[in-house]
């Protein structure tokens, strides 16, 4: 083997790349690449690439994305009170190195490895590597974000510390149209959805998909312009360029969607999804006029009926928001694996890790329980169908 820790994934083949992330839209070479050069990750923003990659006989056989991080900033799995306590105690919680994909709360997997190969060892090899680079340079930490439960499973064997946390998706089980997915509804939330379709409908304003193969320039400005506009009125940082929705739709155009409403021919909201070939990933959102109940119809009921039609077995909308249950999204468990550098502290945050997953797992059974479907019609209780 030989292994590297690279700063730009440049200096990999996107096709030797590709083929170890089995075509997921946001680990692909194309997502990844086109942030480093356009500056949506980097020092600005906290975000170092730190890539792990691995080689036997001059080929791709393993590939871990990584980051050293000098803040928390679009990791979405929060970690600001072990920072806190630590730095207390006297310690550095920065720089850490991360695995993630920056600002993208998806779950997938980070230890990428090629078929055929001794898969097992090149995953041990990369966490080893990842380890041995933290404390090298006396790093505090090393995470794994939004893992998916094999990798976290292998992670937790390899003595990392298990998180559980909580999003919201929503599952096909084959669904003929967005009608018949409503009838699996109850009545109440059933009525409620019909309501909220029809006030958007009724506002005069036009439905447009379109994927970033077919987008013009006009429709990627207008996408990227939506997406600041939400960073520049509530919070945070826009890191997303539109250099960066440019070259994405030239590259991976097939696998960008992009939602709007139009008045007449004027796009007055939008919002950015991905898709892969069995999921649909949505994550952003912006509108310059107000329309009462058009952020549901762009974020979550064009996305349900686009997987519907498109056969996508699963829709994860995003981090947070206890709302996605009435239309239909319902809670799942998400995870991520941590090594702490210190035996004492990594001590202390296990325990805090116990309770906090106790209180997870209640949370998730609590949220469970306001089920929008029937009984009968659970996807919880339909067979394992897809993602």
């Known amino acids: ?18 083929r170890l992330c089995d075509a997921h839209p946001l680990l692909r070479h194309e997502f990844l690449v086109a942030m480093e050069r356009h500056g949506c990750v980097g020092p600005d923003f906290g975000w170092h690439p730190a890539h792990i990659t691995v080689h036997e006989h001059g080929r791709l056989v393993g590939a871990c994305p990584g980051y050293l991080k000098t803040n928390t900033y679009g990791e979405f799995v929060f ?35 090629a078929a055929n190969t001794n898969q097992a060892g090149i995953r041990q090899a990369m966490i080893d590597t990842a380890i041995g680079l933290c404390e090298a340079q006396g790093m505090s930490s090393a995470h794994w974000l939004f893992t998916d439960e094999n990798q976290t499973t292998a992670l937790e064997k390899q003595g990392l510390l298990r998180r559980l946390g909580c999003q919201y998706h929503w599952h096909n089980r084959h669904y003929n149209d967005f009608d018949d997915f409503l009838s699996r509804l109850r009545s109440a939330k059933r009525k409620r959805i019909r309501a909220e379709r029809r006030s958007v409908a009724n506002s005069g304003l036009r439905i447009q998909l379109v994927s970033g193969e077919q987008a013009s320039p006009g429709q990627l400005r207008a996408a990227s312009h939506f997406y600041r506009k939400t960073f520049d009125e509530k919070w945070g940082i826009a890191t997303f360029n539109e250099a960066f929705f440019t070259e994405i739709a030239q590259t991976m155009g097939e696998q960008l969607l992009l939602v709007f409403a139009l008045d007449r021919e004027r796009p007055v909201a939008g919002a950015i ?75 202390a945050v296990a325990s805090f890790l116990d309770q906090e997953t106790r209180g997870m797992r209640q949370h998730i059974a609590v949220l469970g329980e306001h089920s929008p479907y029937r009984r009968e019609s659970d996807p919880r209780d339909a067979p394992n169908t897809g993602n």
């Open 273 to 347: 999804c991905y898709r892969s070939h069995d999921t649909l990933y949505g994550r952003h959102w912006g509108c310059d006029e107000y329309h009462p109940n058009l952020h549901f119809e762009l974020c979550y009921y064009q996305g349900i009926e686009y997987c519907i039609r498109e056969g996508l077995m699963c829709f994860e909308p995003g981090a947070q928001g206890e709302h996605k249950i009435a239309r239909g999204f319902l809670p799942t468990p998400t995870w991520s694996a941590h090594w702490i550098a210190d035996i004492g502290f990594r001590d």
């Open 1 to 18: 083997m030989q292994i590297r820790i690279i700063d730009s994934l440049e200096t990999v083949p996107a096709a030797d790349w590709n």
């Open 79 to 113: 970690d600001h009170a072990w920072a806190d306590a630590w730095q207390r105690a006297g310690g550095r919680w920065y720089p850490k190195w991360v695995s993630a994909i920056p600002y993208t709360p998806a779950t997938g997997p980070r230890l990428l490895t």
